[in-house]
């Protein structure tokens, strides 16, 4: 594979420019860390405060065109990334670490996403009211809130950028957007896309830089009145406290604790198959990847020994090499953090029964290799039962029935995807009734959304305050205003 390098800047008022500083940042393949994949501007609060100004400048005509202008320039950008799949989906491998197959899927995501924007943008607009008089016109219009502050996580590199790039665009805000540090050169992709596709200046701006730094100036500054995050509950408490003294509007949306619940009545090779795909796919580095699995006694047994069985023969690998199921953790930290969960399970007496070591044989000495990794006996006060690891680790609950498993999967303090392996089609309803999450699926993967619907979480997975994804998703980026017209005078 011809490892080429990038050298890719940021994009700030139309033009790639350097770090202020000069100063740069180096992303190496989490499968072969030999490999430097792409150089990047190491860029600080200076730089962000001038990519807000830039915004600034930017925002009142680029929202004073109307969406359905917009809206072209976002139809034609993902025909611009769909020219430029296979380039996109080989450096969002190499980059983060997930297979070929899985970038793909991803990266048609992101096309798909613009597309759907690039059409709703014909339907962007109000609502009107009978008035209680005569000759009264009583209506809403949707407009821009301004320059909005996007900050990603590096697991979907080019998905939640595109999720929340294509909404707040198609609104009329500008933007000013902080990818992740280990992945940012999907963001500088769709960032050329758009420009390609006749954005004007000003209008995105893309800034390579870390939390800390160009994070924190745009959770701080006064002329960002929207900030949309994705990342980890950590963070997003610290940026939604940094919000609220100026009455900015906020999303946070950070991580789970996935249940998928498996009833004795249930197909126990479906049962398998999900939790496999769900569990280890995308590594387990997806906010909505399952972590627990919640087994009524019955069929604890034999669903373990088919499931262990079946991660066993996880093919884990560089994700570029055809065949490979699973890739590296993304980095060295995410690596040891995997680890360390898989220590503090059994030492508080969770059973390791399949995968918990690092691989480092071979074509594995140089990535941050882990096997997919089954612990049992896990019961609902544990750590691992209860905080997001975010690997490929899955942990096992044995429950008397129903209502325990209920209890178990409502029993911690995040909410995202729950899932649930059933034939009884009253407990699977009465599950989308009662758990306590924002997505839920029946007899399907707890991780995969479409992408014109609703997505959030509740509890501390969310600020639970405003939906991503489909036509809801406009609602973060608009504002609405009731306009009232007596023509009766
Ligand atoms: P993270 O919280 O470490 O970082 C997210 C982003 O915040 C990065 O761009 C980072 O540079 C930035 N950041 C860090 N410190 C900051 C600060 N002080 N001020 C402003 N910005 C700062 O998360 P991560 O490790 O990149 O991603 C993994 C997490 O994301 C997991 O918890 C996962 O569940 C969550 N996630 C949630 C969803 C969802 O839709 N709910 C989707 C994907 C990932
Ligand atoms: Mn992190």
New binding site residues.
């Given amino acids: 594979m011809a490892a080429t390098v990038l050298t890719s800047l940021n994009f700030i008022d139309g033009e790639w420019c350097p770090a202020q500083s000069g100063a740069t940042i180096q992303t190496y393949n989490p499968a072969d860390t030999r490999q430097l994949v792409a150089v990047y501007p190491l860029s600080d609060a200076a730089d962000a405060r001038t990519a807000i100004a830039v915004a600034v400048r930017a925002f009142p005509a680029w929202g004073g065109i109307t969406p359905v202008a917009r809206g072209r320039i976002l139809s034609r950008t993902a025909q611009i990334l769909e020219s430029r799949k296979g380039v996109l989906t080989e450096l969002l491998t190499r980059e983060e670490g997930k297979t070929l197959g899985e970038s793909g899927g991803e990266v048609q995501r992101a096309i798909d996403i613009f597309r759907f924007f690039g059409g709703l943008s014909y339907t962007v607009g109000g609502q009107t009211f009978p008035h209680d008089l005569p000759q009264n016109l009583l209506y809403t219009i949707r407009q821009p809130l301004g320059v909005v502050g996007l ?6 590199p080019i998905a ?1 950028p595109a999720w929340k790039l294509a909404p707040a665009l198609l609104a009329g805000n500008a933007v000013v957007l ?4 280990q992945a940012p050169g999907m963001s500088l992709e769709l960032a050329r896309a758009l420009a390609e596709a006749g954005l004007p200046k000003g209008a995105l701006n893309v800034v390579v830089g ?3 730094s160009v ?2 100036e ?2 701080t500054h006064p002329d960002v009145v929207a900030l949309s ?7 997003g408490q ?2 939604y406290r940094q919000l609220a003294p100026r009455m900015a509007r906020a999303q946070m ?4 604790k996935n249940p998928t619940i498996v009833l004795a009545d249930a197909d126990l090779e479906l049962a398998v198959n999900l939790v496999i795909k769900a569990g280890f796919g995308l590594t387990g580095q997806a ?1 909505t990847a399952t972590s627990r699995v919640i087994v009524e006694k019955p069929v604890l047994e034999p669903f373990l020994e088919r499931f262990v069985a079946r991660a066993r023969e996880l093919k884990v690998g560089n994700g570029l090499s055809p065949g490979v199921d699973m890739g590296p953790a993304v980095s060295q930290a995410q690596l040891e953090i995997d680890l360390d969960y898989i220590r503090i399970a059994q030492a508080e007496g969770a059973r390791l029964v399949c995968g918990g070591q690092r691989l480092t044989a071979g074509e594995f000495a140089h990535g941050h290799f882990l096997e997919p990794t089954v612990l049992r006996d896990v019961t609902p006060m544990m750590r691992i039962a209860r905080e ?1 690891v ?1 690997g490929p680790v899955v942990a096992v609950m044995g429950v008397d029935d129903f209502e325990a498993a209920l209890a178990v999967a409502n029993g911690v303090d995040v909410g ?1 995807s729950a899932s649930i392996v059933t034939r009884d089609l009253k407990r699977a309803m009465v599950y989308a009734d009662r758990i306590e999450a924002g997505v839920v699926k029946i007899n399907q993967i707890s991780t995969g959304l479409a992408l014109q619907a609703p997505f959030g ?1 509740v509890k501390k ?2 600020t639970d305050s405003f939906k991503e994804q489909g036509a809801a998703a406009l609602d973060f980026y608009t504002r609405i205003k009731t306009v009232y017209l007596d023509y009766s005078v």
């Fill in positions: 900050i990603t996580p590096w697991n979907f939640i902080k990818p992740a540090t870390e939390g800390r994070g924190h745009l959770a995050f994705t990342g980890s509950h950590a963070i610290v940026i949306e950070m991580g789970g906010c997001e975010f995202l979480g997975s969310s």
